[in-house]
Structure formats: structure tokens, C-alpha cells
């Protein structure tokens, strides 16, 4: 089964803190994905790659970076976070059968 | 611009009953369709899916119902359970390559015993 696991599970930053949410996979699976959730919203993506070193821009970018350092590891980036970024984030991967493995989630607060 | 939609927002069924979940979408160029479940406090897990050329996918008691026309899709879920009780996504994506995915707002699942 495939293993994403997200660090940190929770978090608390102040507005214009910097935060970073980390995510690493062990399937090898090319595509990595950060998502955020919102009551009434759904998942929406942020960012996605497909490999290190690569970044594609997803549908809600703005307010956030991301790094794809390698293969197995996957960054997303707050460098002034704002209470609008107050949210559960998901990050997942993708497997060649276009099978979606999720994270357990980080909840960011932003206060 | 929400490309794709779910209804109703929130559902409550008896047990053993069939719940129906519906989904639309926009973008005629989707072409694959998961559905994800997720349970409070984990992340979504892949339930079922579709292609667009089929009209029907079953596993079990769930059952995806597909209507290129329309651009609509239904997922029954038959006898249902209290342990289905859970949020559902549904999602699209388009054969372009990029492997990126559209979610509904989601369909909140309750079974009553």
C-alpha cells in the first residue's frame, strides 16, 4: 500500500509567519500533489509536480511556493501566511494508474 | 468556477437503503472519474471509478452510473452501512497528461442504524 506521510500534523503560525509542510512518499511515484480543504470547497489543488525539480502551478497558487526536492519529498511553502490560509492541507501521489494516495493531512491555523 | 459539482451537500439514509450521490461536470475534455471516500480525521482514499467510454462501474455494493450526454455521474451505494457513513468526492481529470484532478465540494454520508 502506498505511504505518504505529512509532517507537521498540526500547526500554528501568527499572520506573516513562515511555514513549511512537509511531505514524502515511498512508492517512487512520479506525481505529487499539495491540496487544500475547505468546508463547501472541496479539495483544490495548489501545486503539483512531476519529479524532482519539477513544479506545475495547480488552481488556488496564490500565497503559496512549493519545492519538489526529490523523488520522494514534496514542500509546500507559506512565507507570509495569512488567516485566509487557515485550512486542513492534504499533499498526495499518483500512481500510473492514475490512483490518488493521500496524506493524513496537516491542519494549519493562522491567527 | 466549480468544473465540477456535487449534490446534495449532506445525506442521511437508513440502514440498508440505496444512497444516491450525483456529480456534473463541465469540461468535456474529463474523461476519468474516481470517486474518494474520506472518514474525519484521515485523508481521502480512492472508492471507485470511470472511464468515459463505460456507463457503469460496479464493485461490490457501489455503483457509478455515467452519462457522457449530460455530463452527469451517480454513485449508488446499495444496502448501505453504518461504517459508510464518510464524506464523498467526486473527481475528474482530462487525458492531457498531466495527471491533475478536479474535486467536488463533497457529499456528506450519513447512515442511521
Known amino acids: 500500500e502506498a505511504a505518504v506521510t505529512q509532517s507537521p500534523r498540526n500547526k500554528v503560525t501568527v499572520t506573516g509567519g513562515n511555514v513549511t509542510l512537509s511531505c514524502r512518499q515511498t512508492?517512487?511515484?512520479?506525481?505529487m500533489y499539495w491540496y487544500r480543504q475547505d468546508t463547501g470547497h472541496g479539495l483544490r489543488l495548489i501545486h503539483y509536480?512531476?519529479?524532482?525539480?519539477?513544479?506545475q502551478i495547480g488552481d488556488v497558487p496564490d500565497g503559496y511556493k512549493a519545492t519538489r526536492t526529490t523523488q520522494e519529498d514534496f514542500f509546500l511553502l507559506l512565507e507570509l501566511a495569512s488567516p485566509s490560509q487557515t485550512s486542513l492541507y492534504f499533499c498526495?501521489?499518483?500512481?500510473?494508474?492514475?490512483?490518488?494516495?493521500f496524506g493524513h493531512g496537516t491542519k494549519l491555523s493562522v491567527l | 468556477q466549480q468544473q465540477v459539482r456535487q449534490s446534495p451537500q449532506s445525506l442521511t439514509v437508513w440502514e440498508g437503503e440505496t444512497a444516491i450521490l450525483n456529480c456534473s461536470y463541465e469540461?468535456?475534455?474529463?474523461?476519468?472519474f474516481p470517486w474518494y471516500q474520506q472518514f474525519p480525521g484521515e485523508g481521502p482514499a480512492l472508492l471507485i471509478a470511470?472511464?468515459?467510454?463505460?456507463d457503469k462501474k460496479e464493485d461490490g455494493r457501489f455503483t457509478i452510473f455515467f452519462n457522457k450526454r449530460e455530463k452527469k455521474l451517480s454513485l449508488h451505494i446499495t444496502d448501505s452501512q453504518p461504517g459508510d457513513s464518510a464524506t464523498y468526492f467526486c473527481?475528474?481529470?482530462?487525458?492531457?497528461?498531466?495527471?491533475?484532478?478536479?474535486f467536488g465540494a463533497g457529499t456528506r454520508l450519513k447512515v442511521i442504524a
Open positions: 470511470i472511464r468515459s467510454v463505460s
Open positions: 498526495a501521489s499518483s500512481d500510473v494508474n492514475e490512483r490518488l494516495f
Open positions: 509536480s512531476y519529479g524532482a525539480g519539477n513544479l
Open positions: 512508492n517512487s511515484h512520479n506525481y
Open positions: 469540461n468535456s475534455a474529463f474523461d476519468y
Open positions: 473527481a475528474a481529470s482530462a487525458n492531457t497528461g498531466n495527471y491533475k484532478y478536479v
